[in-house]
């Protein structure tokens, strides 16, 4: 079975994100290979946008990067789009890979400061009806919270479904 991590694009660098642990722990020829890509596509990824890249020391073949959007005062109906797309883009990336199972975290919550609540709705009506349409494509996808209060929303939101 490949697995598959997924990550996104942080641009603050030296806090406690998932794209930071990510990097760190994959190791320097994670930051190598995105500095390549980005060099050769020439511009950086737009919001909901996704890659592909090895996922070098960490436990999966691969991760799929994608950039979650960016709240700064309140949620638009166009963030919550770009949302969707982050988890239909990165989706589609998996099963143009031949990747069955993948694992998201939760997207633009932490310093991208996205709703938790909100964001989880999205998160899991998204996967929800992608999978409705492509259910044998995809084996598994996991919600990996990031602590307690992550899980109890994943828990509240999915019991509702």
Do not use: W
């Amino acid at each position: 079975m490949r697995q598959i991590l997924m990550d996104f694009g942080c641009f603050v660098p030296c806090h406690k994100c998932i794209d930071n642990q990510i990097n760190t722990f994959a190791g320097i020829e994670l930051r190598l290979e995105c500095n390549e890509i980005m060099k050769t596509k020439n511009y950086n990824l737009e919001t909901g946008e996704a890659i592909i890249t090895k996922g070098y020391n960490l436990p999966s073949k691969n991760i799929i990067h994608t950039v979650g959007p960016i709240i700064n005062n309140f949620v638009t109906v166009e963030k919550e789009i770009e949302l969707a797309n982050c988890y239909i883009n990165s989706l589609e990336l998996a099963i143009k890979n031949g990747i069955r199972t993948i694992a998201f975290p939760c997207i633009s919550t932490g310093e991208f400061r996205f709703p938790k609540e909100l964001a989880c709705r999205i998160a899991i009506q998204t996967v929800d009806e992608f999978l409705t349409k492509n259910r044998e494509k995809i084996d598994k996808v996991i919600f990996n919270a990031y602590g307690e209060e992550d899980y109890q929303i994943y828990e509240r939101t999915s019991r509702k479904n």
